[in-house]
């Protein structure tokens, strides 16, 4: 059970990026979902994090009004429209979900189990 990320680049300070997730062989609609990030020499943090319904979402302070997370349930895809990037969003990004069903984990890298290999963003001029 191994998601996959896309979307990552080099994008510009004030830019946009729009990241996905998906998963083959297994739904992500069962699932929490999170993104979280880790930069050069920081330890991994949470970005925003969707619960199984949709119904509830996290967002970190530090994205809080320019990041939000989605889900589309047809295209078993997950998102995250990153907006008004500054250098300081520069890190992998990754999408991850918990181990189980029907787990309600808070949004925080260790009750996270299922991690894709992560998507750099580099935000630069």
């Known amino acids: 059970l191994q998601p996959v990320e896309s979307g990552g680049g080099l994008v510009q300070p004030g830019g946009s990026l729009r990241l996905s997730c998906t998963a083959s062989?297994?739904?992500?609609?069962?699932?929490?979902i999170g993104w979280f990030r880790q930069a050069p020499g920081k330890e991994r943090e949470a970005v925003s994090c969707i619960n199984r319904t949709d119904t509830g979402t996290y967002y970190a302070g530090s994205v809080k009004g320019r990041f939000e997370i989605s889900r589309d349930i047809d295209k078993n895809m997950v998102y995250l429209q990153m907006r008004s990037l500054t250098p300081e969003d520069t890190a992998v990004y990754y999408c991850?979900?918990?181990?189980?069903?029907?787990?309600?984990?808070?949004?925080?890298?260790?009750?996270?189990?299922?991690w894709g290999q992560g998507t750099q963003v580099t935000v630069s001029t």
């Open positions: 991850a979900t918990p181990p189980y069903i029907f787990d309600r984990p808070r949004c925080v890298p260790s009750e996270y189990s299922n």
């Open positions: 062989g297994y739904t992500l609609g069962y699932y929490f």
